[in-house]
Structures are given as C-alpha cells and as structure tokens.
C-alpha cells in the first residue's frame, strides 16, 4: 500500500527528467503541431532547393500566355499564368526565398531591439526609459509610408547587388526602422511587472548582478507577450513589404516575392483571373496559421508552469 | 571560512543546551562575543506623495555568531524594510538617512551598491516569506540553487548539479537526486521554502536573514522548517536573524527578542526572560493575548485579550511614546516624552517610561489607579459571545 503511494508522485517525475524529450513529447502530442511543422518545413525545402518544385523560370514570360488559367498537375502552367504571362508557379516557388527570409530579419532583428530597449527602460526607468519611451513616440508617429518614400531617396540610384540579402535590404531597414516599438513597449510593461516581484528580489540577495537579473530572471517571464504577437508579424512583414514594392522600394526585381504576387493579383480577381491572388495568398495564411500553431505549442511545451 | 566555522561549531555544538533557558549565564551584562552583525540607530525613509515617512526609527541590534535574534512586530512595524536595508535591497522610494550595520567591522549601509553586491548570498543572506513567489517559475530548483554558485565562484555544471544536490539533502529534502531537476510548481509549500533556505545556504553566509519564513505555511509544516533553520545555525554557528510576527514561533527557537513597535525597537532581551517577565506594556499586551488552553483545564473560559485600536500608520505617528494610544498604563508623561531604550534590569531593555515597574508588573509610580483600563480594552473588536470578562488579567 505504502508502496504504492510512494510510487505515484515518482512516476511523472521521471518523465519529466528531460526536458527536451518531455517537450518533444508534448508536442508529439498534438497532431495540430506536427501538421505545422510539416508545413514550415515544406515551405523551408521550397526556399533552399526551389529547382525540385518547379522547372519554369519565373522570368520567361510570354505576353500571349498571359492570365492563363491553372492547368493543374502536368500542364505547363499548373497553377496558370498571371497578368504578364508569367509562370504562377515558378514565381511563388522563387518568391519563397526572399518572403521568408525577409519576415524573419525583419522580426528578428525588430524583437532584439526592441526587447532591448524595453527591457533597459523598464529596468531602469529613469532618464533611460525617457530617452527609449520618447523614441517609441517619435517613430509610432511618423507614417510608415512617408518614412519609406524617404529612405527610397536615400538609397536612390545606390547599386545594392543582387545577393540574397541584398534584394531584401531596403524593405529589412524600412520595416525594421518602424517594427521594433511594439516589442519594446510590450516588453517594458511586463519589465516593470516582472521586475518587482519576490523571484528577482530573492535573486539580488543572492548577489545577482544587474545583466543577470535583466538576462535570466526578469527577461524570460516578460518575453511571454511578445511571443504572442510574432506568428502575425510575420504575416504582417510579408504584405508590408508588397506596399513598399509598391513604392519601388520591396525585394528589388527581378526576385519576386509572394507580396508583390499578392499585390498584383489583387487587380485580377474581378478579372477573370483570381488564381493570381488565390496561390500566393494559400501560401502566406498556411505559413503564418503554422507560425501561430507552433507558437502556442512551444509556449506550452517550454513554460513549466503550463506543461504541469 | 566555512570549515573553519564548522570545526568551531562541532567543538562548541555542546553550548547549544542553553537555548530554551538563555539570559542565565550566556549574555547577562555587556556580551564579551563580537557580533557578527551590529545594526545601529538605523532610520529609513520612504518618499511617498504624502511626503516623507519614516519606516524605521533609530533600531539598534546585535547579532552574535551562533544566536537567533528573533524581531517581533506587527505589519508595518518596519522589521522587514530594516532588514532589506541591511541588505541593500530597499526599492528607489526609500533610503537610509542614518544609522549603520557593522558586518565583521564593514559597515555595510556605507558601501556603493557595488561592493555591497559582492555582500551579499556570500555573506549575510536572506530567506524570503513566500517561497513561491521567491523562486523563478522558469527555472529548475537545482538551477537556482547553484545560479550563485556558478556566476561567482565559476562552478562546473556537473559540480553545480552535485552541490545542488548536497543543498538539497542539507535541508532534508527526500529524493534529492530528481527534485534537483524539477521546477519550484512541483514542490509543496514546505519544500519549496526548504529550497528556498537552500538557496540562501549555498555560499555559507554568516548571517542568515528569515524574512517570516513561515507565516505562508501549515502549522505542523511551520515547526518542522523552524526546526531546520534551528538545526542548521546551530550546525554552523551562523547568526539568524528570524523576522516574524508570531511570538509562537520565537519562543521555540530564538534565544535574543527584538519587540519592534512603530519602527523602533520597544524592548530587547534574552528570550526565556521576556516571556516570564516583559518590560514594555506593548510585550506584555502582545503575549497576553496568545490564546492558551491553560483556562480549559480549570474549566473557566475568559475572553482573550487584545490590544486595542490599531498600529500607527507611520505618516502620523503619536506624540510622545508612539504606544501612548493603545497602552493600558499610559500616564500624562507618556504623551509628551519619547521614552528613551533604558534597562531596567541587566541584559533588559526597554523603551517605556516606566519599565521597572512593568517589568516588576506593578502599576507605574506616578499612576493613581489603573480601574478604567480594562473597559477601554473591551472595544468592539471583541467577539460578543463571550461570557464575563473577570477584568483584562492573565495572571
């Protein structure tokens, strides 16, 4: 009898013993999660290898061909042609590339700015927060659109290269300019929540020094917010930068992105022509519901309190 | 350090005997041990909209190697803000505006926040009231155990984990070997504040500061975690400072009483006499009204006393002995002179008018009678149920 009490709270105990087994466990769980992740990998293999999904070039565009109705699996154009005759296909394989990688410089580098900031303003208010909270302002202010036109003359007639981060680098810095105040607000709030709490009081007396108490113990229970908003940031990356092709200043041709796709094939939808609109649009809902998915189920499978 | 201590204390750990009858031969008179910690004329300040406050008001105590000093007070008495002052960790609003705390002949309110940094964990530690929300939810308790540990004295993970896993076991946490790996939601509440003194023990403070350590407990769970702090400062003569509001607790483990009252000390002294004979009407008030079975037995039931109206808010502070208002045996003097800390007897302090005759419990010189006072005491806080009160006494 005793034994088998004794043996009940060991046994979860054991599993728990690892905690990376015990998050792949948690997430092996939700078939939600593997159908996720699944779909980011297809999408991955897609923006390393884009030769084994289609043949056509993105560039061969004959005029006659244009908005060509998709053809399904085996005709030239499985997923038609778009207003300029342009493979529908090619151009959203080839627009995987600097799609994602654009959403993830932008997001990544606005989160490390802006949890920087937030986290020293929140840390240490003071003349620190003043400077950092000030700067938010000016930048929330400023219209996205308006800042875009300027860094356009700026970088007018600048030959940026045609590497791969090259045809991203004047969306990254536009969007990255106005991206990163969410972040550091959200950010500082839950500073100022999390920075007065018993943990981080304890860890001082313990003679943590301030880096460490920002780093390790303030830090990881205020990223929780963030993480919340970066699936749809993602989203939000990737038509922005369909506006600032727009302007002339998106992912520089002749790369394609799915924003300038999705742009473009909106004028075509009341025009006999919707799958211009319909293919790259499929693509971005599935990368970000799978960003949201996978989102939720890290959160669950790395916060402790959660997993319990 | 550490070993050195121990040695001390395996060939003095016979001395400890003396804990539940103290003041004898231990510290009547001037104590000849050096202190290890020695809070002196310590005031601290609170800004606040209403303008300045003060917490702490002039507290003095002395630590010694080996000796539980236990605070006593109710809320906002300041004895937490006083030992968060001690450990440099007051919020921005509040400061020390005077005083000083000698840590072996370091003044530790004198330091920059750097040095003073450096004091703390390795020094003088402390051990909070709410181990819950004292330990990080994200991190593995064997983590925080050793986060010190590893930051400052460079431990590998493997020696890390291993000492994690000696913490554990000092503190008499069972299965420490898999606890180590688990995180504070998965420890009850006595557990976790078993990691939490743990924690505080990693680098062999000298003084250990306990924060209430108990108030968030089960009663049965409270005596066994006062048990091991006893256990553990006698083991390593470290000197413990056991913050708390509950006289239960102090008479059990402490040997030295600090009564704090209004953000100063109102009566010090050596435990086993303060009990058998307070000198300050406050302390006496206090353990009038712990409730006791004793009157079961002689089959008679009296109303507990209490103490009536309620502590001041620092802001508005009485003239005179801040006690005036709730004393039963305030006289005229009392609400225009602030009563200095006298000693009415060796190794007793007091900060009342007429400590002597509290402490010899007859009415105060100067007062004629003392006939109105227990009515005064039987204000509406009382519950109405009982039975007559045959006036407010105990004896």
Not at chain 1, 167 to 178: E, K, R
Not at chain 1, 265 to 282: D, E, F, K, T, Y
Not at chain 2, 44 to 60: I, K, Y
Not at chain 2, 118 to 146: C, I, K, S, W
């Amino acid at each position: 009898m005793s034994d088998a009490v004794n043996a009940a709270p060991t046994a979860p105990r054991v599993s728990a013993s690892n905690p990376l087994a015990e998050a792949w466990r948690t997430l092996r769980r939700r078939p939600d999660t593997v159908i996720a992740a699944a779909v980011l990998l297809f999408f991955a293999v897609m923006a390393a290898f884009p030769g084994l999904f289609t043949s056509t070039s993105p560039r061969t565009c004959p005029i006659r061909e244009a908005r060509t109705t998709p053809q399904g699996w085996g005709g030239d154009h499985p997923l038609g042609t778009d207003a300029l005759g342009c493979d529908v296909l090619a151009t959203l394989v080839h627009g995987v590339r600097p799609s994602l990688l654009l959403a993830v410089v932008v997001v990544g580098v606005s989160l490390l700015i802006g949890v920087t900031l937030g986290l020293l303003a929140g840390f240490y208010l003071g003349w620190v927060d003043y400077l950092v909270s000030r700067t938010v302002e000016v930048f929330l202010v400023i219209p996205l659109l308006l800042a875009a036109l300027l860094v356009l003359s700026l970088f007018k007639g600048v030959d940026l290269g045609a590497g791969t981060f090259n045809v991203i680098l004047l969306p990254a810095v536009v969007l990255i300019l106005f991206g990163w105040m969410p972040y550091a607000r959200y950010v500082r709030a839950s500073t100022l929540e999390a920075k007065n709490l018993d943990y981080v009081t304890a860890a001082r007396s313990l003679g943590a020094s301030d880096l460490r108490v920002m780093v390790r113990h303030v830090l990881p229970n205020a990223i929780g917010t963030v993480t919340a908003l970066l699936p749809t940031s993602v989203a939000g990356v990737i038509s922005a930068e369909a506006v600032l092709s727009f302007l002339g200043i998106g992912v520089r041709p002749p790369a394609t992105s799915w924003g300038i796709q999705i742009e473009q094939g909106s004028q075509w939808v009341l025009g006999g022509a919707p799958h211009i609109l319909l293919a790259p649009l499929a693509c971005l809902v599935a990368t970000v519901l799978a960003l949201v998915v996978l989102g939720d189920a890290l959160r669950d499978a790395l916060d402790p309190r959660l997993a319990a | 350090m550490s070993a050195a201590s121990r040695m001390r204390s395996a060939a003095e750990g016979e001395g400890r005997g003396t804990r539940h009858s103290p003041g004898a031969e231990r510290s009547e008179g001037e104590p000849k041990a050096q202190p290890l910690l020695e809070v002196t004329d310590l005031v601290v300040e609170f800004r606040t909209s209403d303008g300045v406050v003060r917490a702490v008001d002039g507290l003095s105590y002395r630590v010694e190697a080996g000796r539980t000093l236990a605070i006593v007070g109710e809320s906002g008495s300041g004895k937490s803000v006083s030992s968060l002052a001690v450990m440099g960790l007051l919020p921005p609003t509040a400061r020390v505006t005077r005083g000083s705390a000698q840590l072996a002949g370091t003044d530790l309110l004198a330091l920059r926040p750097r040095q003073h940094r450096a004091y703390r964990g390795e020094r003088v530690a402390m051990v909070f009231q709410d181990a819950l929300a004292a330990l990080n939810p994200v991190h593995t308790v064997g983590y925080q155990l050793t986060e010190a540990l590893r930051a400052r004295r460079g431990l590998s993970r493997a020696d890390a984990r291993t000492r994690a896993i000696e913490l554990l076991d000092l503190v008499k946490v069972p299965n420490a070997k898999a606890r180590v790996k688990e995180y504070p939601h998965q420890f009850s509440g006595g557990m976790r504040q078993r990691v939490m003194i743990a924690s505080a023990l990693a680098m062999d403070p000298e003084v250990l500061i306990a924060d209430e350590p108990t108030t968030a407990l089960d009663v049965t769970v409270q005596a066994q975690v006062l048990h091991l702090l006893a256990e553990i400062q006698a083991e390593r003569r470290m000197g413990l400072v056991l913050i708390t509001h509950d006289l239960g607790v102090v008479a059990g483990v402490a040997d030295d009483v600090t009564v704090m009252y209004a953000g100063s000390a109102v009566e010090q002294a050596p435990v086993g006499p303060i009990y058998a004979a307070p000198a300050h009407p406050y302390t006496r008030a206090l353990l009038r009204s712990i409730p006791s079975t004793a009157g079961a037995d002689r089959g008679t039931r009296r109303r507990l006393p209490v103490i009536p109206g309620r502590p001041p808010s620092p802001a508005a502070r009485p003239s005179g002995c801040p006690f005036h208002p709730r004393c039963d045996v305030a006289q005229d003097l009392c609400r225009t002179a602030v009563p200095p800390l006298t000693s009415p007897a060796p190794a007793r302090l007091s900060a009342c008018h007429f400590a002597a005759d509290v402490l010899a419990n007859r009415p105060p010189r100067a007062a004629e009678r003392r006939d109105d006072r227990p009515q005064a005491a039987e204000t509406p806080t009382t519950p109405p149920f009982d039975e007559q009160v045959p006036g407010g006494d105990h004896e």
